[in-house]
C-alpha cells in the first residue's frame, strides 16, 4: 500500500514535472480549481504563489482566447465533443505570453450522470507556435513569390498514375476545372508536334535521381494559340510510395517574343528595318569565306541631296524617304542579296554571285528607287538621288574593310562624276580618295591604342570675365600620324564617320577624358564639353557607357556637357531627342553646336531643351563686315534668351566680332582671338593649380 502511495503521489508529481505538463483539478460542485506546482512553474512562480481562485485560468487567459477556451469546455459538459482539446495563451508572470495545448475532460459523474468533477494537462507548446508562424511567414512569402512570378506547379504520382495541376498551372494550358485532379495523358495533349518528343523525353524523370531538369517547350492550346513554356522537374521521394513527379511551369511568351525583337534591334537599323553596320560586316565576313558565292558584288551607296530634305522639308520627310529607299533597294535585289543601312544617308549591299552585268543591272534599279523613293506631300519638287560604288570580290582572301573601302573610293569617283550614277571600283579610274581614307580609318583605330591620339582642349570664354570664373573647355582630338604630323579633327572625323568609327572613337574620348581628369573635375577646377557624333548618338548602349566611365572616373555629372551638332539631329532625331532627355535625368548639360546652319534649327531648338546653343562659327567669322550675319546673331540670341538656354558664339577671331557679340548680349564666345586650342593636360594643370590662362582680351576695356 505504501508503494501504491509514494507512486499516486510523489510519482506522479515527479513525472508531471519531468513532462513539462500543467495539471488542472476543477470541482464542479463547489467551483473549487486546483493547479499543479508544475503548473504555475510553466507560467514562472513558485508553488502556491497564485491563489487558487475557481476563475484564475480565466483571468491568465488571452482576452482574445477566452472565449474560445470556455466553448471548448461547454460544449464537452454538453455532451457535444467528448473531450476538451483547445489551444490559448496565458500570462507569464514576467509579462510575456505562454502558448498551451489545454486537453481533459469529466473524470467523475453523479448517479444521474451529471458532471461532478473535471481534469485536465496543459503542454507548453510556445516554441512550436513560434515554429508555426515562422514557417507561415515563409509559406506566405512562398505563395506571394509563385503568385507574383506567375508559376504553376504540378505533381504526378508515380505509383497510382494521377496528376495534379494547381489554379495556376491550368491557367497557363486554359484549362477550366475545379479540382486539381487531372488525367495522366493531358498534359501530352497540348504539347506543339515539333517539341513533344524532346519534352516528353526530359520530363522522364529517373526514380531516385536527386537533379532538376530544365526544359522550355511549346503548347497549342485548344483555341489554337501556340505558347512558350518553361518547366523544372525533379524527383521528389515518398514514404511507403512509388514517389512523385514534382514540376513548375511559367508562361515565357512574351520573354520569348522580348528576346526576338532584341536580337532583332541589336542586328537591325530601327527607322528602316534593313541590317546594321556590325551585321553587315558579318554577314559580309561570311559571304567572302565561302568560294561558291564569288565572285561577290559590294554596293555602297550614299543618297545625295538629303540634307537639303531634311532643311526644307524636316525629319519627318527624311525618315519617310530613308523608309522608301530601304523599300524599293530591297525590291530591286534578288533573294539572294543583303542590304544595310551603315547610318545616316548611307547603304551598303552585297550580291553573290554577280559579275559586272548583274551589277550593272541592279545598281541602275537602285538608283531608279531612288528616285521614286516617296518624300511626302509637303515636297514637290526637290527629289533624291543616288552615288553608287561598286567593286567586286574575287578573292576569298580580301578583308571587308578592303571590300568595303573599295566600293567606297568608287562611290567617290561617282560622286565627282556628277551623281545620280555608279561607278565599278578600278585602281585606274578612281581617284583614290577612299583608300587613302580607308588607311586613314585604320591608322585612326591604331592611335587609339598607340597614344598616337591627343586629347586637346579649347577654352570657352564668358565674355567680359576671365576664363578662371568659369573654367569651361570644349574637348577636342588630334591624331598624331606616323611622321610626326598632327591631323586636324576635319580631316580623319569624317573618315571615322564614314568607316563606323566615331562611335568607337567618342567612346574613346571621353572614357580618357573623364579617367585622367575626373579628380580636377570632382575639385571643381574644370568642367568639360565633347562633341557627339550621329553614330553615337544612335548607340542604345551609349547612357550605359557614360555612366560607368562617370563612376570610374568620378567626375560629377553638372561638370559633364554633350554637344549634338546639327547634322547629327537631322538624321537621328528621336535619338537626340532621347539622348537630350537621359541627359538633363542625369544633370549633364547639352548643347545644340552649329547652329544656324540648316533651315530646321529654330525647331530643334523649340523640340529640343538644351542647355546652351552654339551659333555656327560661319555667322561669326565675319559679323563685323555682314549686317546678314549681325541680324541672324542677333535673332538667334533674342529666342535662345527667350527659351532659357545660354548662347555660345563659334569662331570668335578679333577684337571687332567680340565687341559686337557683347554689345548684343552673347553670353559665352570660343575663337582664336580667346583661346587657341593646346593639350587638355595643360589647360587642366593650370586650372588645378590656380595658375592664370596666357594672357587673353576677355574685356573691351583690355585694348582701349
Not at 543601312?341 to 553573290?352: H, I, K, N, Q, W
Not at 534668351?641 to 570660343?670: C, F, H, P, T, W
Request: hydrophobic share 45%; proline share 3%; charged share 25%.
Amino acid at each position: 500500500m505504501a508503494d501504491d502511495d509514494k507512486r499516486n503521489g510523489k510519482f506522479w508529481a515527479l513525472a508531471l514535472d519531468r513532462a513539462h505538463l500543467g495539471l488542472w483539478d476543477w470541482n464542479l460542485s463547489t467551483g473549487d480549481c486546483y493547479y499543479s506546482p508544475t503548473w504555475s512553474k510553466m507560467l514562472g512562480y513558485e508553488a502556491n504563489e497564485l491563489a487558487n481562485t475557481p476563475d484564475l485560468w480565466l483571468k491568465l487567459t488571452h482576452p482574445d482566447d477566452r472565449r474560445r477556451a470556455q466553448e471548448s469546455g461547454d460544449r464537452h459538459i454538453a455532451g457535444l465533443v467528448e473531450s476538451i482539446e483547445t489551444e490559448l495563451r496565458l500570462r507569464h508572470k514576467d509579462g510575456h505570453w505562454v502558448w498551451v495545448l489545454d486537453r481533459g475532460g469529466i473524470v467523475e459523474r453523479d448517479a444521474d450522470g451529471k458532471p461532478l468533477r473535471m481534469m485536465g494537462v496543459q503542454t507548453d507548446i510556445t516554441r512550436q507556435k513560434e515554429a508555426e508562424a515562422a514557417l507561415e511567414q515563409v509559406n506566405i512569402r512562398f505563395r506571394l513569390a509563385i503568385a507574383a512570378s506567375g508559376t504553376g506547379i504540378w505533381h504526378h504520382d508515380i505509383g497510382t498514375k494521377k496528376s495534379y495541376w494547381d489554379a495556376r498551372t491550368r491557367e497557363i494550358f486554359g484549362l477550366i476545372a475545379d479540382t486539381d485532379e487531372v488525367t495522366a495523358d493531358l498534359w501530352h495533349t497540348y504539347l506543339h508536334p515539333d517539341d513533344k518528343e524532346a519534352t516528353e523525353r526530359a520530363h522522364l524523370i529517373a526514380p531516385g535521381s536527386n537533379s532538376v531538369v530544365a526544359s522550355q517547350y511549346r503548347i497549342v492550346l485548344r483555341d489554337g494559340q501556340v505558347r512558350h513554356l518553361e518547366s523544372l522537374v525533379r524527383f521528389i521521394a515518398g514514404v511507403g510510395s512509388a514517389g512523385q513527379i514534382l514540376g513548375t511551369v511559367r508562361d515565357i511568351t512574351e520573354e520569348k517574343t522580348r528576346a526576338e525583337e532584341l536580337a532583332f534591334a541589336a542586328r537591325h537599323d530601327a527607322l528602316t528595318g534593313l541590317f546594321n553596320r556590325s551585321a553587315f560586316d558579318r554577314l559580309l565576313a561570311e559571304n567572302i569565306a565561302m568560294a561558291g558565292r564569288l565572285p561577290l558584288a559590294v554596293f555602297y551607296v550614299d543618297l545625295d541631296y538629303f540634307k537639303a530634305l531634311n532643311d526644307y522639308a524636316g525629319h519627318a520627310a527624311g525618315d519617310l524617304a530613308l523608309k522608301s529607299v530601304a523599300a524599293g533597294i530591297l525590291a530591286s535585289l534578288p533573294a539572294s542579296a543583303q542590304a544595310a543601312r551603315l547610318g545616316g544617308d548611307e547603304f551598303a549591299l552585297l550580291v553573290p554571285n554577280c559579275n559586272d552585268a548583274c551589277a550593272e543591272h541592279l545598281a541602275r534599279a537602285v538608283l531608279a528607287a531612288v528616285r521614286d523613293a516617296d518624300i511626302g506631300t509637303a515636297v514637290t519638287s526637290r527629289r533624291l538621288a543616288a552615288s553608287i560604288g561598286i567593286a567586286f570580290v574575287r578573292d576569298p582572301n580580301m578583308s571587308v574593310a578592303d571590300a568595303l573601302a573599295c566600293a567606297d573610293d568608287a562611290c567617290y569617283a561617282a560622286k565627282a562624276g556628277g551623281r545620280d550614277r555608279f561607278a565599278v571600283f578600278s585602281p585606274e579610274t578612281t581617284s583614290g580618295a577612299g583608300l587613302n581614307a580607308a588607311r586613314l580609318a585604320a591608322d585612326l583605330v591604331d592611335a587609339m591604342e598607340d597614344g598616337r591620339l591627343k586629347l586637346f582642349g579649347q577654352q570657352i570664354h564668358r565674355l567680359g570675365q576671365p576664363w578662371e570664373d568659369s573654367r569651361h573647355v570644349e574637348v577636342l582630338a588630334r591624331l598624331e600620324a606616323r611622321n610626326g604630323k598632327m591631323i586636324p579633327p576635319g580631316d580623319f572625323m569624317p573618315v571615322a564617320e564614314r568607316f563606323g568609327l566615331a562611335a568607337r572613337l567618342d567612346r574613346w574620348i571621353i572614357r580618357t577624358a573623364l579617367t585622367r581628369h575626373g579628380e580636377a573635375m570632382r575639385a571643381g577646377a574644370i568642367s568639360l564639353d565633347f562633341n557627339l557624333s550621329a553614330q553615337t548618338l544612335s548607340d542604345p548602349q551609349l547612357w550605359d557607357f557614360v555612366d560607368e566611365a562617370i563612376a570610374d572616373g568620378g567626375a560629377p555629372a553638372p561638370a559633364i556637357g554633350f554637344e549634338i551638332t546639327e547634322t547629327a539631329a537631322v538624321t537621328n532625331f528621336d535619338a537626340a531627342a532621347e539622348f537630350v532627355r537621359k541627359a538633363r535625368q542625369r544633370r549633364c548639360r547639352v548643347s545644340l553646336d552649329d547652329f544656324g546652319a540648316g533651315m530646321s534649327s529654330f525647331e530643334y531648338l523649340r523640340r529640343f531643351p538644351v542647355d546652351a546653343i552654339k551659333i555656327d562659327g560661319s555667322f561669326v567669322e565675319h559679323i563685323a563686315e555682314s549686317r546678314f550675319d549681325r541680324e541672324i546673331v542677333s535673332a538667334i540670341t533674342g529666342i535662345a534668351r527667350s527659351m532659357g538656354a545660354a548662347v555660345v558664339a563659334e569662331k570668335v577671331e578679333d577684337r571687332n566680332a567680340l565687341d559686337i557679340l557683347m554689345d548684343m548680349g552673347v553670353a559665352y564666345g570660343q575663337g582664336y582671338f580667346l583661346h587657341r586650342p593646346e593639350p587638355l593636360e595643360a589647360i587642366v594643370a593650370r586650372a588645378a593649380s590656380g595658375t592664370a590662362s596666357p594672357s587673353r582680351p576677355h574685356a573691351r576695356s583690355a585694348q582701349k
